[in-house]
């Protein structure tokens, strides 16, 4: 997919009702099994490309990279990680083309938007000796918005977690 427009998704701070300092896109089941690539963010700006400037202002966030694999070079099933089995005591490292969770932090894009929702584009760019060319090798499962409070501004009892204090 060289670019992906989603729907308004709403900034969770807005819907929950408290002030917030740093926002993060998290993108689930990115594949890495192709070429290398580049994914850039942008916020409010479903028209964005790769000649978009990448500049707050344009509506740019923020990227991640992905290092493909290049295909695979093995024998039969060698990148298919649900080929390879596994059981409760497998202490192996888990198979290197389980598909990745990439992190962008957006805060200083999503403070610039107005209103309590926005639309997310997702621009893969891939690098030719002509200059970057929009890619079709990006390919994910979910994107999530997550928005972040100082510690002292939510109630802890509010906020489920876990304590390291014995």
Not at 37 to 63: H, K, M, N, S, W
Not at 74 to 80: L, M, N, T, V, Y
Not at 84 to 111: C, F, G, I, M, N
Request: charged content about 25%.
């Amino acid at each position: 997919m060289e670019r992906f427009v989603s729907d308004p998704l709403v900034v969770p701070a807005a819907e929950k009702g408290y002030e917030w300092s740093s926002a993060e896109l998290l993108v689930y089941g990115v594949d890495h099994s192709g070429p290398s690539y580049e994914v850039r963010v942008f916020i409010d700006t479903p028209d964005a490309d790769v000649q978009t400037p990448l500049t707050v202002e344009a509506g740019y966030a923020g990227c991640f990279t992905v290092f493909g694999h290049g295909g695979c070079f093995g024998d039969d099933d060698h990148c298919d990680p649900n080929a390879r089995y596994s059981d409760d005591y497998d202490v192996r490292l888990p198979h290197q083309s389980v598909p990745q969770t990439k992190v962008v932090s957006v805060t200083e894009a999503l403070l610039e938007a107005e209103g309590d929702a926005v639309q997310v584009t997702l621009v893969a760019v891939e690098p030719t000796d002509d200059g970057p060319r929009e890619s079709d090798a990006f390919k994910a499962d979910e994107i999530r918005l997550v928005t972040y409070a100082d510690a002292g501004d939510v109630d802890p009892q509010e906020e489920p977690g876990a304590s390291l204090d014995s």
